[in-house]
């Protein structure tokens, strides 16, 4: 059974830095798409970044871009969220998920639907 799990989590105040983790277990990091996802109360689901694991590029949503650093360490199973210069706004549940057969191109990188696992989620919050 494929399992990701979430660590990294708390509160920070305003400008201060995260760093999520997430490890995945029983699937192999060869051809993975691997996306960080938050949401906040009331909110949707929305797409913050995501990495390849064949080739280590980065996708990164606009409100995130320059501030949040995603990486991967393939012979670990696990990928990292380096989250600087945190903002109220970045307050939410934050999600990895894996999609094990990706399809071409990038337009579905931050649909959630297209993912097929998930893990149960981290909080961060941020003070103002």
């Known amino acids: 059974e494929v399992q990701l799990v979430e660590s990294g989590g708390g509160l920070v105040q305003t400008g201060g830095s995260l760093r999520l983790s997430c490890a995945a277990s029983?699937?192999?990091?060869?051809?993975?798409?691997i996306g960080w996802f938050r949401q906040a109360p009331g909110k949707e689901r929305e797409g913050v970044s995501c990495i390849s694991s064949s080739d280590g590029s980065t996708y990164y949503a606009d409100s995130v871009k320059g501030r949040f650093i995603m990486s991967s360490d393939n012979a670990k199973n696990t990928v990292y969220l380096q989250m600087n210069g945190l903002k109220p706004e970045d307050t939410a549940v934050y999600y990895c998920a894996v999609e094990e057969s990706p399809p071409f191109g990038s337009s579905w990188y931050f649909d959630s639907d297209e993912y097929d696992y998930w893990g149960r989620g981290t909080q961060v919050t941020v003070s103002s």
């Open positions: 029983e699937i192999p990091f060869d051809d993975l798409v």
